[in-house]
């Protein structure tokens, strides 16, 4: 499937990602046990953008992004990413849209302890069938893992298996990259290191959004969500999104 993109007028950078959701609702559990993670939510992010989602635990952060990637259904109203309209798609339908469309990154890395990180990329390409193996090594020297490629995971400190699940998150040039609290396990100097290969990484066009609890992150965003009980709180637009390297917690 083709990438959906527009063109910043500006920059000539083409623009990839962007999301609408109208209505949209998610619960968990049955009858007076139900539990309501996303009570209808209305959101617009713009191709290209970086999202920064804020909330306390339980506001609906994760689910919200789960329903971007595709990984679970919404219950209710509509759901539009990169384009794609993913209103009532069944489990196949999700699972084509996130192979064409979407990049994942994890708190806890989630990466093959008995792979390396050379294979822990091309595994994606293999899973997937996008992209190339041959691509893995450079993807690796382009997030500054170049003399690391044979080593394993056990092998790496934080801070270099995370950059070891950007790069795999990037070799299906997806058009969005999801990242779920990705420097929530790291220390401040290793997560801006990983911060900055992210903020990179939307600059060249690919939307990305992030959910966090740290609002210090806030700052290097286009867009800051703030979630609580399932809905959406806020919507503010910075003008002027900030560099990692002035991003301080």
């Known amino acids: 499937m083709a990438h959906t993109s527009t063109q910043d007028a500006g920059t000539g950078v083409t623009l ?43 506001s609906g952060k994760t689910t919200l992004l789960n329903v971007l990637g595709g990984i679970e259904p919404a219950g209710g109203g509509s759901v539009e990413v990169a384009g794609v309209d993913l209103t009532g798609r ?10 064409d469309h979407i990049g994942f990154v994890f708190q806890f890395f989630n990466l093959v302890p008995t792979l390396t990180a050379r294979e822990n990329v091309e595994v994606m390409v293999e899973l997937t069938g996008r992209g190339e193996r041959r691509d893995a090594a450079g993807l690796l020297e382009s997030v500054g893992l170049g003399d690391r490629l044979d080593h394993f995971p056990a ?34 100097a290793t997560g801006k290191s990983v911060l900055r290969l992210l903020q990179r990484t939307n600059r060249e066009g690919r939307g990305v959004l992030m959910v966090t609890h740290n609002a210090a992150i806030a700052r290097m965003a286009h867009r800051v969500v703030t979630m609580r009980d ?6 503010e637009r910075n003008a002027a999104p900030a560099d990692v390297a002035d991003v301080d917690w």
């Open 230 to 235: 399932g809905r959406v709180e806020s919507v």
């Open 16 to 58: 990839r990602g962007g999301a609408k959701l109208r209505g949209v609702s998610k619960s968990y559990g049955d009858g007076e046990a139900s539990v309501a993670a996303l009570d209808g939510v209305d959101l617009d992010l713009g191709a290209g953008e970086l999202v920064v989602v804020l909330g306390p635990s339980g």
């Open 155 to 188: 092998q790496l400190s934080g801070g270099q298996q995370q950059r070891v699940a950007i790069a795999r998150a990037l070799a299906t040039d997806p058009d969005l990259l999801l990242a779920d609290e990705p420097t929530g396990a790291l220390d401040v």
């Open 90 to 99: 069944r489990p196949r339908g999700l699972a084509g849209f996130r192979r």
